[in-house]
């Protein structure tokens, strides 16, 4: 093995392309040995959010989170913010539309070897309480969570999830978790569906990229639970959010728009209703009429 090296390289291409925003304190440290393989980090897993990398523009944090892992330069907890997102995605092959400098859009990484592969929507309910908890925080108990894992106000879209996984034969690797929050827009056009941000119901102006680190921390904490703590437990607090739970929504399968009550969702991730023609349905298969 060759000695003890920190990704510099790496560190001096990103400074060349982006602003860069790293606290080297030993607890973020990067410290990795290099062998013929791959990087074997040394030393204790980092929080999420260590180290807290800042782009000006980027097509995608969500694809350069992805890149990095598969290139052996990048660990658990480090996080991509972006100010401005030129590709950025959203679920089910859709983009995600964020005005320059006004939102939060980051990328975390997260170690998921802990975590067997049925377990993937288990992680989805970790992540989707803690951007519930953070919003909440500012926007007040009309937050809700809409299933799988949008985050609403009232009846309107004020931040998004994906989450692409990396597996290697039948471990779990890695998790890249895309969040995109709206914090300080209040013009969003026509691409956007009923779209709130935090200004909008705060009426106050945040600091985007202090209120990502923030964020950071409710995923830590949300993450640490999954780990140590039954499921059952998360997915109680999931469904004590749900969107609509108790009452008649409109869902739409196909063609079809129909009305049912929204009971919760199961662990397997269904959407448990009543009145419709199905009594539980898998994501993917219908959606929301708002």
């Known amino acids: ?70 290139a052996n330069l990048a660990a658990h907890g480090t996080a991509y913010f972006a100010h401005h997102q030129t590709a950025g995605k959203g679920q089910r ?27 993937q929507f288990n ?18 108990n009309e937050t809700s969570i809409k299933w799988p894992n ?21 471990q779990w690797q890695w998790a890249v978790i895309g969040i995109g929050m709206n ?13 709130v941000s935090l200004k909008q119901i705060t009426g106050k102006q945040f600091d985007a990229v202090e209120l990502a680190k923030a964020l950071c921390n409710c995923l830590q904490k949300r993450y640490v ?8 437990t998360l997915l109680h607090a999931y469904n004590q959010q749900l969107y609509k739970a108790g009452q008649t929504a409109k869902l739409k399968k196909d063609t079809a728009v129909f009305s049912c009550t929204i009971k919760r969702v199961n662990a397997n991730g269904q959407l448990e209703v009543a009145g419709a023609a199905k009594d539980c349905f898998e994501f993917g298969e219908v959606e929301w009429v708002v």
Request: proline share 2%; glycine share 4%; with cysteine.
């Open 183 to 195: 914090i300080n827009q209040t013009a969003f056009g026509d691409m956007a569906k009923n779209p």
């Open 1 to 70: 093995m060759n000695v003890i090296w920190m990704t510099i390289e790496r560190l001096f291409y990103l400074k060349t392309a982006v602003k860069l925003s790293i606290n080297f304190s030993t607890s973020h440290l990067y410290l990795c040995i290099k062998n013929n393989t791959s990087l074997s980090p040394i030393i204790a897993k980092n929080k999420i959010g260590q180290p807290f990398i800042q782009f000006e523009i980027i097509e995608s944090t969500n694809s350069y989170a992805i890149d990095s892992l598969q």
């Open 93 to 119: 092959g859709k983009q995600w539309h964020s005005q320059t400098g006004s939102n939060i859009i980051l990328s975390v990484i997260v170690d998921t070897t802990a975590l067997a592969m049925h377990q």
């Open 123 to 140: 992680l989805s309910v970790a992540v989707a309480l803690a951007c519930y908890d953070f919003f909440s925080l500012f926007a007040g």
């Open 150 to 170: 949008d985050i609403y106000w009232r009846d309107r879209k004020a931040a998004g999830i994906l989450i692409e996984n990396i597996v290697k034969g039948n």
């Open 225 to 232: 639970q999954l780990l140590t703590t039954n499921f059952t």
